[in-house]
């Protein structure tokens, strides 16, 4: 038996500390190996309850993948073939950890079990990634690198959020959610319970939340924004029992995550509504929402429905013991406010000046309520509108504006930008990638992240205490689905949250996502593989198309073609940026040991007059829509007819665009054709009106056309106008919408342009 062991193959370690994700603080690697077998033991340094965790979660982890399972002890002097799990002061950080590996001894310090737990997450990553598969495959004979690892994150809150109303996740779904949160070292989970298009918690008081709110009559077919509009016909729902609750609570405890419920309030209601009419400003018996977007029918502020919420947050409170209530306060239509009787005068009574404080008015009642019964209440960023109740939390979502402003008036901010952190927003712009709800968000963005804005004062720095990704699921209808848009975002953003500023580096993330990739593909993850997808920017130079190819992979080979067919490893090789200066096909592909890895890069170049010509802008574009830069709308690309979000579109919110084109010397017009985006769903409108007017010395210019023929049924719309003059200066003027009407998604907002090429003939 003796020989029969030694001559078993030892499975070789990963790559070693190296590859672990998020990064640690501090680590180095030393010369061995530890080997890890059945007869290694576990030692505790006593019998608490959550130590006990630790080493059953480590336990269970072998058990899965090996069928085997360690001793585990709290008392002993084993001096080698051991784990020793060791409370310590020497940890100062409730989340730090130490790991230290030699030939002889594993060794986990930590002051608390949650630190030690979080340190038994990096030894996990140390073993062979097939330690992640249920399979009891892996032969349990391996070696672990010897290494010293000190460890502790950056921001206390590292947050993922999970919206089960749009579509419905089973407990096993959510439960898997929360194991990869953990392998990731995530520590809160935000659970999205309650929406416009289903109510997904039993509240005992209340049963038809649930029975009549927790069921859809059907389901939106697409996106939002084709028209006409079609449905499923299928009636779908479903909620989790106060008992599951319970299971997903206790689970997650289990893995040191605290579950923060949300409540949606005073908006996102007509689910409830539905349940008990009484509650709306309306006597109308409604339906749940069936298809996306944000509805007029929102909580009336009167005593019956306070008591409703008050009576609801009761029971929340009983399933939840985190410290937070996350109740809303986003995107709350104010129309049915404004024709209420009832809400003017109880305004007027309260010497509210209008419906933003009326808002301020219902938060501040509910925080109270919570306050009384020992919660804190965090919110969207619109909860600073009217006024922030005194001791909230303020969750920032558009953009990073809220957050600075809650942090610089000393409230505790959750940053969770759109522009960072929505992952139900595209991560590639392949024509392959599956419908998602808009935007682009790739990982290399995500990754870019700085959660602390310049503009927080030094002294409110303090109170941004971490950063959360925001998984909305109106077009995520499973949980394969789920996985790959998470999938490795998740893994950028939680090195934005764990890993010190100074240790990020996102060639080096790349290289340890790599290998990476392989420990969750052995959980069974569906993971996108877009970071080994090619991409290129093609800017405007002389006339021509300065073109540059890249990978996200060091040493990768990238080879390209311009006539459309599909590049092999002995087509062009991309050494350096290269130039188009006629109509072409671009494909280009990437190669790692001479294997495709990734998609291949391809735009079709249509070149008119103003291609390679230069232009520039009076009010410039968001930055985080103009990724292409301004030249963009001239270079003969079309963007994606299905997302604003790729390079080819410039956004811009309440703005016009004028833009000039310098076409070096007079040149012939005849006509000039434009491409918008409409997608009324994100708030993005065709403009009014568009003007050409042509110059031949910059200053005086003479209007050449117009119209304000622009409306469209799809999402694109393609106005032209005819000029037939000639001008060395050719100047567009594309006049915006406005403010969107109130009872429309976005009222009262500032209506997005979107623009994508301006084509010169």
Same mark, same amino acid.
């Given at each position: 038996?003796?020989?029969?062991?030694?001559?078993?193959?030892?499975?070789?370690?990963?790559?070693?500390?190296?590859? @672990?994700?998020?990064?640690?603080?501090?680590?180095?690697?030393?010369?061995?190996?530890?080997?890890?077998?059945?007869?290694?033991?576990?030692?505790?340094?006593?019998?608490?309850?959550?130590?006990?965790?630790?080493?059953?979660?480590?336990?269970?982890?072998?058990?899965? !993948?090996?069928?085997?399972?360690?001793?585990?002890?709290?008392?002993?002097?084993?001096?080698?073939? @051991?784990?020793?799990?060791?409370?310590?002061?020497?940890?100062?950080?409730?989340?730090?950890?130490?790991?230290?590996?030699?030939?002889?001894?594993?060794?986990?310090?930590?002051?608390?079990?949650? *630190?030690?737990?979080?340190?038994?997450?990096?030894?996990?990553?140390?073993?062979?990634?097939?330690?992640?598969?249920?399979?009891?495959?892996?032969?349990?004979?391996?070696?672990?690198?010897?290494?010293?690892?000190?460890?502790?994150?950056?921001?206390?809150?590292?947050?993922?959020?999970?919206?089960?109303?749009?579509?419905?996740?089973?407990?096993?779904? #959510?439960?898997?959610?929360?194991?990869?949160?953990?392998?990731?070292?995530?520590?809160?989970?935000?659970?999205?319970?309650?929406?416009?298009?289903?109510?997904?918690?039993?509240?005992?008081?209340?049963?038809?939340?649930?029975?009549?709110?927790?069921?859809?009559?059907?389901?939106?077919?697409?996106?939002?924004?084709?028209?006409?509009?079609?449905?499923? *016909?299928?009636?779908?729902?479903?909620?989790?029992?106060?008992?599951?609750?319970?299971?997903?609570?206790?689970?997650?405890?289990?893995?040191?995550?605290?579950?923060?419920?949300?409540?949606?309030?005073?908006?996102?209601?007509?689910?409830?509504?539905?349940?008990?009419?009484?509650?709306?400003?309306?006597?109308?018996?409604?339906? #749940?929402?069936?298809?996306?977007?944000? !509805?007029?029918?929102?909580?009336?502020?009167?005593?019956?429905?306070?008591?409703?919420?008050?009576?609801?947050?009761?029971?929340?409170?009983?399933?939840?013991?985190?410290?937070?209530?996350?109740?809303?306060?986003?995107?709350?239509?104010?129309?049915?406010?404004? &024709?209420?009787?009832?809400?003017?005068?109880?305004?007027?009574?309260?010497?509210?000046?209008?419906?933003?404080?009326?808002?301020?008015?219902?938060?501040?009642?509910?925080?109270?309520?919570?306050?009384?019964?020992?919660?804190?209440?965090?919110?969207?960023?619109?909860?600073?509108?009217?006024?922030?109740?005194?001791?909230?939390?303020?969750?920032?979502?558009? *953009?990073?504006?809220?957050?600075? %402003?809650?942090?610089?008036?000393?409230?505790?901010?959750?940053?969770?930008?759109?522009?960072?952190?929505?992952?139900?927003?595209?991560?590639?712009?392949?024509?392959?990638?599956?419908?998602?709800?808009?935007?682009?968000?790739?990982?290399?963005?995500?990754?870019?992240?700085?959660?602390?804005?310049?503009?927080?004062?030094?002294?409110?720095?303090?109170?941004?205490?971490?950063?959360?990704?925001?998984?909305?699921?109106?077009?995520?209808?499973?949980?394969?689905?789920?996985?790959?848009?998470?999938?490795?975002?998740?893994?950028?953003?939680? &090195?934005?949250?764990?890993?010190?500023?100074?240790?990020?580096?996102?060639?080096?993330?790349?290289?340890?996502?790599?290998?990476?990739?392989?420990?969750?593909?052995?959980?069974?993850?569906?993971?996108?593989?877009?970071?080994?997808?090619?991409?290129?920017?093609?800017?405007?130079?002389?006339?021509?198309?300065?073109?540059?190819?890249?990978?996200?992979?060091?040493?990768?080979?990238?080879?390209?073609?311009?006539?459309?067919?599909?590049?092999?490893?002995? !087509?062009?090789?991309?050494?350096?940026?290269?130039?188009?200066?006629?109509?072409?096909?671009?494909?280009?592909?990437?190669?790692?040991?001479?294997?495709?890895?990734?998609?291949?890069?391809?735009?079709?170049?249509?070149?008119?007059?103003?291609?390679?010509?230069?232009?520039? @802008?009076?009010?410039?574009?968001?930055?985080?829509?103009?990724?292409?830069?301004?030249?963009?709308?001239?270079?003969?690309?079309?963007?994606?007819?299905?997302?604003?979000?790729?390079?080819?579109?410039?956004?811009?919110?309440?703005?016009?665009?004028?833009? #000039?084109? %310098?076409?070096?010397?007079?040149?012939?017009?005849?006509?000039?054709?434009?491409?918008?985006?409409?997608?009324?769903?994100?708030?993005?409108?065709?403009?009014?009106?568009?003007?050409?007017?042509?110059?031949?010395?910059? &200053?005086?210019?003479?209007?050449?056309?117009?119209?304000?023929?622009?409306?469209? &049924?799809?999402?694109?719309?393609?106005?032209?106008?005819?000029?037939?003059?000639?001008?060395?200066?050719?100047?567009?003027?594309?006049?915006?919408?406005?403010?969107?009407?109130?009872?429309?998604?976005?009222?009262?907002?500032?209506?997005?342009?979107?623009?994508?090429?301006? @084509? #010169?003939?």
């Amino acid at each position: 038996m003796i020989t029969s062991c030694e001559t078993e193959p030892v499975t070789p370690a990963l790559q070693g500390v190296a590859d @672990i994700i998020p990064a640690p603080l501090k680590f180095s690697k030393k010369e061995g190996n530890f080997l890890l077998d059945e007869n290694v033991q576990i030692s505790l340094p006593n019998e608490n309850a959550e130590w006990q965790l630790v080493a059953n979660y480590l336990n269970d982890k072998i058990f899965d !993948s090996t069928s085997k399972r360690l001793k585990i002890i709290t008392s002993g002097n084993l001096e080698k073939d @051991i784990i020793r799990i060791i409370q310590s002061d020497d940890v100062t950080q409730k989340e730090g950890y130490q790991l230290n590996i030699n030939a002889y001894e594993i060794v986990v310090k930590a002051k608390t079990a949650n *630190g030690a737990f979080l340190g038994v997450q990096t030894l996990l990553q140390l073993m062979p990634s097939e330690i992640y598969s249920k399979n009891k495959t892996t032969n349990f004979r391996f070696n672990i690198p010897q290494v010293e690892i000190n460890d502790a994150p950056r921001f206390s809150y590292r947050g993922m959020h999970l919206d089960v109303a749009r579509h419905f996740f089973s407990v096993d779904d #959510v439960k898997r959610y929360i194991d990869l949160m953990a392998m990731h070292k995530y520590n809160t989970f935000h659970w999205h319970l309650t929406e416009d298009q289903g109510w997904r918690i039993e509240i005992k008081k209340y049963p038809k939340l649930t029975e009549i709110g927790g069921f859809r009559n059907e389901t939106l077919v697409g996106h939002y924004n084709d028209q006409p509009h079609q449905f499923d *016909g299928k009636r779908y729902g479903g909620f989790y029992t106060q008992e599951q609750i319970k299971e997903v609570v206790k689970y997650a405890s289990e893995r040191f995550i605290t579950v923060i419920p949300e409540i949606e309030l005073p908006g996102h209601a007509q689910a409830a509504i539905t349940a008990y009419p009484e509650l709306g400003c309306t006597d109308n018996q409604l339906e #749940v929402m069936t298809k996306w977007g944000v !509805s007029n029918n929102v909580f009336c502020p009167t005593e019956e429905t306070f008591t409703f919420l008050e009576n609801v947050l009761l029971e929340v409170i009983e399933l939840f013991p985190s410290e937070y209530i996350h109740i809303g306060g986003d995107e709350c239509p104010k129309t049915h406010w404004k &024709e209420s009787a009832f809400c003017q005068k109880l305004m007027k009574e309260n010497g509210l000046k209008d419906e933003m404080e009326l808002q301020s008015y219902f938060i501040g009642r509910i925080e109270k309520f919570l306050n009384s019964k020992g919660k804190q209440i965090i919110g969207w960023d619109e909860i600073l509108e009217g006024g922030l109740a005194p001791n909230a939390s303020v969750m920032s979502w558009r *953009g990073v504006q809220g957050g600075i %402003d809650a942090a610089t008036q000393g409230h505790d901010v959750i940053m969770s930008p759109t522009s960072h952190c929505y992952f139900d927003y595209y991560q590639s712009q392949h024509k392959d990638e599956p419908l998602a709800i808009g935007g682009y968000l790739p990982i290399e963005k995500v990754y870019s992240y700085q959660p602390i804005p310049d503009e927080v004062p030094a002294d409110k720095v303090h109170h941004i205490k971490g950063v959360q990704c925001n998984l909305w699921t109106e077009y995520i209808p499973t949980a394969r689905k789920l996985d790959y848009m998470t999938y490795p975002r998740a893994c950028a953003l939680a &090195e934005v949250a764990w890993t010190a500023k100074s240790n990020r580096d996102f060639p080096d993330f790349v290289k340890r996502l790599n290998t990476h990739l392989l420990r969750l593909e052995a959980y069974g993850v569906n993971t996108a593989m877009n970071v080994f997808d090619i991409d290129g920017d093609l800017t405007s130079q002389d006339g021509q198309l300065m073109t540059t190819l890249k990978s996200n992979v060091a040493n990768s080979t990238i080879t390209y073609t311009l006539d459309g067919s599909t590049p092999t490893l002995q !087509s062009n090789i991309y050494n350096n940026t290269f130039t188009i200066n006629a109509s072409s096909q671009l494909r280009a592909v990437g190669f790692i040991n001479d294997k495709q890895r990734g998609r291949s890069f391809e735009k079709d170049i249509n070149f008119h007059k103003a291609t390679g010509k230069t232009i520039s @802008i009076k009010e410039q574009p968001e930055p985080r829509y103009s990724a292409g830069g301004i030249g963009a709308i001239i270079n003969g690309i079309n963007g994606s007819d299905e997302r604003y979000g790729d390079k080819e579109w410039l956004g811009f919110e309440g703005k016009n665009m004028e833009a #000039v084109i %310098d076409m070096k010397e007079e040149t012939e017009i005849r006509k000039v054709s434009f491409r918008f985006f409409k997608g009324e769903g994100q708030w993005i409108y065709l403009p009014k009106k568009v003007s050409v007017f042509v110059s031949n010395d910059g &200053e005086k210019y003479t209007l050449a056309a117009e119209s304000t023929d622009i409306a469209t &049924e799809s999402k694109i719309a393609n106005p032209t106008v005819e000029v037939n003059s000639k001008g060395k200066y050719i100047k567009v003027l594309v006049e915006r919408f406005g403010k969107i009407p109130d009872g429309l998604q976005g009222g009262g907002h500032e209506a997005w342009l979107f623009v994508d090429e301006i @084509i #010169v003939e």
